[in-house]
């Protein structure tokens, strides 16, 4: 068989990051080429320069293509933005005959899909949650099943036209095929979510740049997607702003805060002290607040500045806090609780924060932890953190589709269930 070459393009607004893959029968998709640029034209996830996001995107492309040694054609790209919204909605049909068929199940989901949107919104994802077959729910695969009345619940996200026409004319401009546009969020969440965790019921906090996707699950499926325009940059600008450094200075005070607080390369004298012993004695009984609650930021070349631990982790935590209280709100507006019994999983470059898992327990009430991506081989180690969920879960979202791309002739063609309800949704898409 010949080897499948699957492209994902994740925009982000700090990084635009390339990862071309291998595909081959029977083995985990193999990175075999990486390249992440700095973001340009994209400002809390939505184009705002086509110019300066299509340089930006060209030199990823471009890096990625170099290492891996291939030109390609199809790619697979992220969309994010605060407008990209989520509903549920259900379709009902007769089965046309005593067996559920496929088209039965088509038939079905563009009944769901025939909903009220204003005319500035189109459904990116479609994604059935589950079908229900004379009354019986909980069924997967109803094709090949016998019943009379197929319904089918469905989880559907939606986004501005503008948002995903701007993001494909830069990607077209490189002549490119945008093969399929996804949901930063649901990305995500394929690539740092278990099945245990999606059947109990979790919530996936992405802390990006410039946003935070909420994605959460329940009994398996997708219920509730939405953004927030909050994320690391606003970490960052309150570093600024609170410690009086520069934007630069405060990402890598941001960056480095683990070190900062362990007091990871401060430079230590050793000799003998000449200090009296009792005095010693009394200094050592005293509070150590002048020492010990400072960090020396000389050590990130931040020449003569010293700031206060304690007021470094109250910036960082009360903008963290404004962020998870923003996410409740939206969540319970919906109608959904944003604390789930499998917990809440953070992924995104700002998940990395020092301690965010403990401080995110006591927010919620529920268990935290940092969702780190899995699933592909290869070249792996420079997207092996939190903030390279999104383009692993494309690559994913691929893989699921079963679709098979011809880099030669550029062509596409849909394998399983899934991936034919998906190249079906597409060839409605306007």
């Known amino acids: 068989m010949a080897r499948k070459i699957i492209t994902a393009i994740d925009v982000g607004s700090s990084k635009i990051t390339t990862v071309i893959s291998a595909v081959e029968d029977n ?33 990823s492309v471009t890096a990625a293509e170099r290492m891996a040694g291939v030109t390609v054609s199809d790619v697979y790209v992220s969309i994010n933005g605060e407008a990209v919204t989520s509903l549920n ?20 989901i563009e009944n769901a899909r025939t909903l009220s949107l204003p005319e500035n919104l189109n459904p990116i994802h479609i994604i059935p949650r589950e079908f229900v077959v004379d009354n ?33 004319k830069c990607v077209e401009q490189l002549g490119l095929n945008v093969y399929d546009v996804v949901f930063a969020g649901w990305a995500s969440s394929l690539s740092v979510l278990t099945d245990t965790e999606k059947e109990l019921g979790v919530t996936l906090l992405d802390i990006g740049a ?20 909050l994320g690391g940059i606003n970490i960052t600008s309150d570093i600024a702003i609170g410690l009086q450094v520069s934007l630069e200075d405060a990402e890598k005070i941001k960056i480095h805060m683990n ?9 230590k004298k050793i000799g003998m002290d000449s200090t009296p012993a009792l005095l010693r004695r009394v200094e050592e009984d005293k509070p150590k607040q002048t020492k010990e609650d400072e960090i020396d930021l000389s ?35 919906a109608g959904f609780d944003i604390a789930m019994p499998a917990g809440i999983v953070l992924s995104g470059g700002s998940s990395l924060l020092r301690d ?33 969920a999104c383009v692993q879960g494309l690559i994913k979202h691929a893989i699921d589709d079963d679709v098979e791309i011809d880099t030669s002739h550029g062509k596409s063609s849909g394998g399983n269930f899934i991936g034919k309800i998906t190249n079906w949704f597409k060839s409605l898409m306007p």
């Open 259 to 267: 070190d900062l607080f362990e007091n990871k390369g401060r430079t």
């Open 356 to 388: 965010l898992t403990k401080f995110t327990q006591g927010v919620f009430g529920v268990a935290a932890r940092i969702g780190y991506p899995s699933g592909l081989s290869g070249m792996t180690e420079e997207i092996s953190d939190p903030s390279f």
């Open 89 to 108: 909605n259900k379709g009902v049909v007769a089965v046309a005959s005593s067996e559920i068929t496929i088209d039965d199940t088509y038939r079905a």
């Open 27 to 59: 083995q985990a998709p193999s990175v075999i080429g990486v390249c992440s640029f700095p973001s340009k034209g994209i400002k809390k996830g939505v184009v705002v320069n086509i110019d300066d996001a299509t340089t930006a995107i060209s030199e």
């Open 299 to 333: 050590i990130l070349d931040i020449p003569g500045k010293k700031v206060s631990k304690d007021m470094l982790k109250k910036i960082v935590e009360a903008r963290c806090e404004e962020i998870f209280e923003l996410a409740r709100e939206n969540v319970q507006r």
């Open 210 to 229: 410039g946003t935070t996707t909420i994605s959460i699950f329940q009994e398996g499926s997708i219920t509730y997607s939405s953004t927030i325009s």
């Open 136 to 168: 019986q729910g909980g069924i997967k695969y109803p094709i090949g099943m016998s019943g009379t009345r197929l319904e089918v619940e469905t989880h559907i996200i939606t986004a501005p036209n503008s948002y995903w026409q701007n993001l494909k």
